[in-house]
């Protein structure tokens, strides 16, 4: 099945850069879609970026013009630039993919184990 290994993430000082990577193995399967995902203690698993297998993107209100999702077709491979980091930021972050079988109708979402980033002085 789909396989989604993130790393990248860390222990960063407000304003700092980190940057995510999430690599899918998805042999068999063809993914329409890959987003970035993050959950804060205590809250609901929140959408932060997407990008469609054709190169469209959209990025949540709360990370527009520091946030960058990114692709590498080639190595089937989404990334996440992250600038000007803040502590709200601090979160878990999972990287999501939407995928169906080559030969199937209906699409199923997964996910990788996630990578933690904190963002403290």
């Known amino acids: 099945q789909v396989l989604l290994v993130e790393s990248g993430g860390g222990l960063v000082q407000p304003g700092g850069s980190l940057r995510l990577s999430c690599a899918a193995s998805?042999?068999?399967?063809?993914?329409?879609?890959m987003a970035w995902y993050r959950q804060a203690p205590g809250k609901e698993r929140a959408l932060v970026a997407s990008?469609?297998?054709?190169?469209?993107?959209n990025t949540a209100d709360s990370v527009k013009g520091r946030f960058t999702i990114s692709r590498d077709n080639a190595n089937n491979t989404v990334y996440l630039q992250m600038n000007s980091l803040k502590p709200e930021d601090t979160a878990v972050y999972y990287c999501?993919?939407?995928?169906?079988?080559?030969?199937?109708?209906?699409?199923?979402?997964?996910w990788g184990q996630g990578t933690q980033v904190t963002v403290s002085s």
């Open positions: 990008i469609t297998s054709g190169g469209s993107t």
């Open positions: 999501n993919a939407r995928a169906k079988r080559v030969f199937g109708r209906a699409s199923n979402d997964y």
């Open positions: 998805s042999s068999g399967f063809s993914i329409t879609a």
